[in-house]
């Protein structure tokens, strides 16, 4: 970490997670007032007070507690681990253009939920087909990718970056494979993988919160590791980091709560990646800011998403995906253009 960065980052103190803080209040607020029916902000505070189980509530209690508190919830939760978990694989990897998709985990996870919609395995899991089998697929693809690049016990980064580029293809290759064998289930299978909010409620809640804690939790708690990884793995190996127990932490912690976020929610590309790197250039490298900033910020990203891929064409939702690749993108090539200028 640079002198200028760290004198930058003190500077700002606590502003940017008090500017973040008002963010989410604001953001929040939006994706429960709006949607196809508006619900005034005193009528959100009202049904708050009454609670879920208000008799002779009106319909718009209904809506808040039926589907906008858990949809903007989930969208709120995911959206932050997936800003914690990008933060965390471009510490690790010391490059801005990571993400937490990096390691096959969302190509793997959509590989399960390919299976499952293709020889119907709701018929037997119910509601928990997609999720479960997403699951499975995501840590089977990131067992793969760790195997393939440890070796005596050292895994090695370049290796997992371009083993997981290798399984990633692999296993979208296996997905158009299915996607052409089995064309009646092509419609469902392509709306998965662009990602979504849809099945959003209060179980799919419930069930991916802990598992968003624990690995937002393991990663934060890795700040100062992977301060120390901004000057290379030797020079954090001579700061008393132990270097390869550090990596396998973030690595799997990463993985564990990208999962859940694609178990529940489909792929939802660039979050994990422009966040965190925003966030970077306001407030510097240090992790111990840049990760609970950038979860905060993650999370506000994509209730923002959320909201506009349900009003933008109503009566019709937008995958969540294509609203965040819309906009990420553009907004990625500007930032390179950007930073490049400023090398210059």
């Known amino acids: 970490m640079h002198n200028k960065e760290r004198a930058a980052a003190r500077k700002l103190g606590p502003l940017p997670a008090t500017v973040s803080v008002a963010c989410f209040i604001i953001c929040v607020s939006l994706g429960l007032s709006l949607g196809s029916v508006s619900i005034p902000l005193k009528d959100i505070i009202a049904s708050l007070l009454a609670g879920p189980g208000a008799e002779d509530a009106p319909t718009e209690h209904t809506i808040l507690w039926t589907l906008r508190f858990p949809r903007v919830l989930l969208a709120f939760v995911e959206g932050a681990s997936l800003g914690v978990a990008g933060a965390a694989m471009q510490g690790l990897f010391r490059n801005p253009m990571a993400d937490p998709y990096v390691l096959g985990v969302s190509s793997g996870a959509s590989l399960g939920a390919v299976l499952g919609i293709t020889f119907g395995a709701g018929r037997a ?13 995501a840590f089977v693809s990131t067992g793969i990718v760790y195997v393939l690049a440890t070796r005596n016990g050292r895994t090695d980064t370049w290796t997992l970056l371009l083993s997981g580029i290798a399984v990633s293809s692999l296993v979208s290759s296996l997905i158009a494979f299915l996607m052409v064998f089995f064309r009646q289930r092509v419609e469902e299978i392509v709306f998965w993988t662009m990602g979504g909010l849809s099945r959003a409620s209060w179980k799919a809640l419930a069930s991916a919160f802990p598992y968003a804690l624990a690995g937002v939790g393991i990663l934060w708690s890795q700040s100062k590791a992977l301060n120390a990884f901004s000057f290379g793995e030797e020079a954090a190996f001579h700061m008393g980091v132990s270097v ?29 990646l422009i966040v965190p790197h925003v966030v970077r250039l306001f407030i510097g490298p240090d992790h111990r800011w840049l990760m609970p900033v950038s979860a905060l910020a993650g999370g506000n990203a994509l209730v923002l998403a959320d909201l506009l891929a349900r009003t933008i064409t109503p009566p019709l939702e937008t995958p969540v995906g294509v609203i965040t690749s819309l906009f990420g993108a553009p907004f990625f090539l500007y930032l390179l253009v950007k930073v490049r200028r400023r090398g210059m």
Do not use: D, H, M
């Open 125 to 137: 899991l119910g509601l928990w087909a997609l999720p479960v089998l997403a699951f499975a697929g």
């Open 244 to 272: 390869e127990r550090v990596k396998r932490r973030i690595l799997w912690a990463s993985s564990l709560t990208t999962a859940s976020c694609v178990a529940f929610t489909g792929p939802i590309g660039f979050i994990g």
